[in-house]
């Protein structure tokens, strides 16, 4: 069965980095995509970035463009997701997701069909 | 970016009840679009893929239907197992959330 098994809960200091790591099993790693979305205390989902296990393709969020990374090692089928210069704000729970696809005669349709546990980061001083 | 907006923001509904969720896009995004259902503390789940389409393993009772710019959620009978928050997400470019409905008992 497919499973996307994140690392435990971080706790940083402001300006400091965190690097979460997403290990996948039961289906071909580099067949598919995988997405970081974060989820702050209380409030809703939000995307993150995006890349392709198959070519290191990447698509981030504007609001994170530069200061995050996500990247793949295939040879462990693990996807990271870096962040850096922590803020408060930047607390949440941090998910990976893998991206699959539907398609029909017109499009390809894009969803999340598996997520990791998801990662608590702390940030406080 | 698209916006996405659902409404309401939350409601509260009885066993049984039929529920119906809107979201609403700021353009055009065809049926790019997917709903989520997540429970207190968990990860979210996929119940809706391109607008219509059921996940495999959801209950028959979530329906999506829409394009374009309005969508809805629907649920059929409401049952004890699904008082959770519903997300919509655009999938037409990069993606997006709606800021979620909460659906609590009444």
């Known amino acids: 069965q497919v499973q996307l098994v994140q690392s435990g809960a971080e706790v940083k200091k402001p300006g400091a980095s965190v690097k979460v790591s997403c290990k996948a099993s039961g289906y071909t790693f580099t067949s598919y995509g995988i997405s970081w979305v974060r989820q702050a205390p209380g409030q809703g989902l939000e995307w993150m970035g995006w890349?392709?296990?198959?070519?290191?393709?990447?698509n981030y969020a504007q609001k994170f463009q530069g200061r995050v990374t996500v990247t793949t090692d295939t040879s462990t089928s693990t996807a990271y997701m870096e962040l850096r210069s922590l803020r408060s704000d930047d607390t949440a729970v941090y998910y990976c997701a893998r991206v699959s696809y539907y398609s029909d005669s017109s499009a390809y349709y894009y969803h999340f069909d598996y997520w990791g546990q998801g990662t608590l980061v702390t940030v406080s001083s | 970016d698209i916006q996405m907006t659902q409404s309401p923001s939350s409601l509260s509904a009885s066993v049984g009840d039929r529920v119906t969720i809107t979201c609403r896009a700021s353009q055009s995004i065809s049926r790019h679009l997917n709903w989520y259902q997540q429970k207190l503390g968990k990860a979210p789940k996929l119940l809706i893929y391109?607008?219509?389409n059921l996940q495999s393993g959801v209950s028959s009772r979530f329906s999506g239907s829409g394009s374009g710019t309005d969508f809805t959620l629907t649920i059929s009978s409401l049952q004890p197992e699904d008082f959770a928050t519903y997300y919509c997400q655009q999938s037409h470019s990069s993606w997006t959330f709606g800021q979620g409905t909460k659906v609590e008992i009444k």
């Open positions: 391109a607008a219509s």
């Open positions: 890349i392709s296990a198959y070519n290191d393709n990447t």
